[in-house]
């Protein structure tokens, strides 16, 4: 890790207007200058299927695959659907949980982030991604599960408009760096 962390940010939303995308927007507007944060949307990455992972991959799953083994940490933000996260979403984590035992998700710090509309914020589709996230070996950072209800008030244009909103959020992203400080210690000193 550099003095500036590098996180990657992932929407769970393919949809042009995805809260989740705007959610990922806002926050590398205010993390800005002090953690660089990439936004990758899942849209050029197929369904997982097993024929199709061998030593060469679709290239949106080699991508996919990239850009989580080059980040520090990643910071999965999806929205609910049936109680659940987007398939688009689980689809990334399957990617990225193979090969077994040396996915790119293997030991990589991970924060989840969930909103809707509504005002449950997605909180049902935490329990399964984070366990996914858990089967898949990533380490799913301890923090008070972040779920933006009522989220189209709350970002607009790219920024925050909701001042808590902001402040719960980049909590959960300082627990997330935190982690990774950690991780670089301890492989530092081990």
Do not use: C
């Not at 991604?129 to 607009?156: I, N, T």
């Amino acid at each position: 890790m550099t003095d500036r962390p590098k996180l990657l940010g992932i929407s769970g939303s393919l949809r042009s207007g995805s809260y989740s995308t705007a959610l990922l927007e806002a926050l590398k507007a205010a993390l800005a200058p002090s953690i660089e944060l990439t936004v990758l949307t899942l849209n050029d990455v197929p369904l997982y299927n097993e024929d199709e992972d061998g030593a060469t991959q679709p290239e949106g799953a080699a991508s996919l695959r990239a850009k989580i083994a080059a980040a520090d940490g990643v910071i999965f933000v999806s929205p609910e659907y049936n109680y659940g996260p987007s398939g688009a979403m689980k689809n990334a984590v399957d990617w990225g949980s193979r090969p077994y035992a040396k996915g790119s998700l293997l030991g990589k710090p991970v924060l989840v982030v969930t909103s809707s509309p509504g005002s449950t914020g997605g909180i049902r589709a935490q329990a399964s991604l984070r366990e996914s996230l858990s089967a898949a070996g990533a380490r799913v950072v301890a923090y008070p599960h972040l779920a933006v209800p009522g989220v189209a008030d709350k970002v607009k244009d790219g920024a925050f408009t909701d001042e808590k909103t902001q402040k719960f959020l980049t909590g959960g992203i300082n627990a997330l760096v935190k982690e990774i400080e950690l991780l670089a210690a301890h492989a530092k000193a081990g």
